[in-house]
């Protein structure tokens, strides 16, 4: 199986970034399907962004085009979630998942689920 592992969450401004990270152990990362979903307190989980196993294929939500940006890092066995511009409606724990067929906005259909790293932006 494949344990996930989230990191680089922190406390920023409006208008800051962050990078956080998905590290994986037990399996290569490369051969799984990837997505970022975030669920902010009190709210539903809602997708962010998902990418292939070849990372020829991602799909963003409306919310974060143009803003965030997911890329793999094979070496590392790492996805990595780059997102600009932060806004406090931005504000959740943001999860990575991981699936060796899917890569969607599905909340249900990853097989695989990190613990979760917060992002917290003020304005």
């Known amino acids: 199986q494949v344990q996930l592992v989230e990191s680089g969450g922190g406390l920023v401004q409006a208008g800051g970034s962050l990078r956080l990270s998905c590290a994986a152990s037990?399996?290569?990362?490369?051969?799984?399907?990837v997505g970022w979903l975030r669920q902010a307190l009190g709210k539903e989980r809602e997708f962010v962004v998902a990418i292939s196993r070849s990372g020829s294929g991602t799909i963003y939500a409306d919310s974060v085009k143009g803003r965030f940006s997911i890329f793999r890092d094979n070496a590392k066995n790492t996805v990595f979630l780059q997102t600009n511009t932060l806004k406090p409606e931005d504000t959740a724990v943001y999860y990575c998942?991981?699936?060796?067929?899917?890569?969607?906005?599905?909340?249900?259909?990853?097989?695989?689920w990190g613990q979760g790293t917060q992002v917290t932006v003020t304005s």
């Open positions: 037990g399996r290569t990362l490369s051969t799984h399907g």
């Open positions: 998942a991981a699936d060796i067929i899917y890569a969607g906005p599905s909340d249900t259909r990853y097989r695989y």
